[in-house]
């Protein structure tokens, strides 16, 4: 069974910082994509950021970039976002999954979808 479970959630002011982690099990985190999505209320799921298997290349939400860090440590078959700076805007549920088909740029994403972390930004 492929599991996704995402923790390092909290309450924080503004400019604080978080990780987050997505520990996997079911299968290796290094041979497919996994991804970072998250729900704030009355909005869409968005995605946030994404790693993908073999050259691990990381792609990252435009308002994300240059504050949250994906990585991977393959032997605690882990996935970190690392989020610094965090703006109240960033307040939301997050969830991390996995793509086994076609990658990052994929659709058949596999999470946990009804859990996640919530992590909340104060003003």
């Known amino acids: 069974d492929v599991q996704l479970q995402a923790s390092g959630g909290g309450l924080v002011q503004a400019g604080g910082s978080l990780r987050l982690s997505c520990a996997a099990s079911?299968?290796?985190?290094?041979?497919?994509?996994i991804g970072w999505f998250r729900q704030a209320p009355g909005k869409e799921r968005e995605g946030v950021s994404c790693?993908?298997?073999?050259?691990?290349?990381?792609y990252y939400l435009d308002s994300v970039k240059g504050r949250f860090t994906i990585s991977r440590d393959n032997a605690k078959n882990t996935v970190y976002l690392q989020m610094n700076s965090l703006k109240p805007e960033d307040t939301a549920v997050y969830y991390c999954?996995?793509?086994?088909?076609?990658?990052?740029?994929?659709?058949?994403?596999?999470?946990?979808w009804g859990q996640g972390t919530q992590v909340t930004v104060s003003s």
């Open positions: 999954a996995v793509e086994v088909d076609e990658g990052c740029d994929g659709s058949h994403w596999q999470g946990d």
């Open positions: 790693i993908s298997s073999g050259d691990s290349s990381t």
């Open positions: 079911g299968f290796n985190v290094d041979d497919y994509a």
